[in-house]
């Protein structure tokens, strides 16, 4: 379920997956165009992955926030509050084994 929604949220803000291929197509265009150099060619294709895995990693972010604002507004547990209260009930239950 949670992967629908991100899915969902990735296509609704637009965000394409960029891959270092079209990462490539992009300088190589830029360089046919003179608007960057060929020695600059492989500083340019690393700049732009690192910004792009940056922003990937900031829109993940928005997004699990969103996917937990929009839980706890419903009512429904995290997976997080889920764990911990099953940590709590087998805490008890050993207790009242040892009883």
């Known amino acids: 379920m949670l992967d629908i929604i991100k899915k969902s949220i990735y296509l609704g803000l ?3 997956s960029i891959t270092r291929e079209k990462v490539n197509n992009l300088v190589d265009d830029l360089i046919e165009k003179g608007q960057l150099n060929k020695e600059d060619r492989l500083k340019a294709v ?8 940056q922003q990937e990693k900031e829109l993940q972010k ?9 839980l706890k507004s419903t009512g429904m547990v995290t997976t997080k509050e889920f764990k ?9 239950e050993k207790k009242l084994e040892a009883k």
């Open 14 to 16: 637009g965000v394409a």
């Open 62 to 70: 928005k997004v699990k926030k969103t996917v937990e604002d929009t």
């Open 84 to 92: 911990n209260l099953e940590k709590r009930v087998k805490k008890l």
């Open 46 to 53: 690393q700049e732009l992955m690192e910004k792009v895995e």
